[in-house]
Nanobody, 125 residues
Framework: VQLQASGGGLVQPGGSLRLSCAASGFTLDYYAIGWFRQAPGKEREGVAS????????YYADSVKGRFTIYTNNAKNTVLLQMNNLKSEDTAVYYC???????????????????WGQGTLVTVSS
């Protein structure tokens, strides 16, 4: 199981970015995929997750209405569309996977087994 996150960068407040998490060695259908972020000096927090088989999605309150998680099954990829970005969204973003059903909280980093490397998102003017 491997995950490859990409798409980070520098964006101005109010701008948009789309992060991509490419999965290899497994198919998304039987997994939950989550996006997490960690800012300097802070704990890693769940941002959004998707239960691919059901299409169920979960979002942290801080990103509801601004972020959207979805899949591109043809490419075995999970994307995170981030709109109206704020300075407090600045962090290293990680994607992670856990077999469907093997978790208690789809937004808890402790429940995820497989992690990709991070991609840095900086929101600044």
């Amino acid at each position: 199981v491997q995950l490859q996150a990409s798409g980070g960068g520098l964006v101005q407040p109010g701008g948009s970015l789309r992060l991509s998490c490419a999965a290899s060695g497994f198919t998304l259908d039987y997994y939950a995929i989550g996006w997490f972020r960690q800012a300097p000096g802070k704990e890693r927090e769940g941002v959004a997750s998707i239960i691919v088989s059901f299409g169920s999605t979960y979002y942290a309150d801080s990103v509801k209405g601004r972020f959207t998680i979805y899949t591109n099954n043809a490419k075995n990829t999970v994307l995170l569309q981030m709109n109206n970005l704020k300075s407090e969204d600045t962090a290293v973003y990680y994607c992670a996977a856990v077999p469907d059903g093997d978790y208690n909280n789809a937004l808890s980093a402790y429940d995820y087994d497989y992690w990709g490397q991070g991609t840095l998102v900086t929101v600044s003017s």
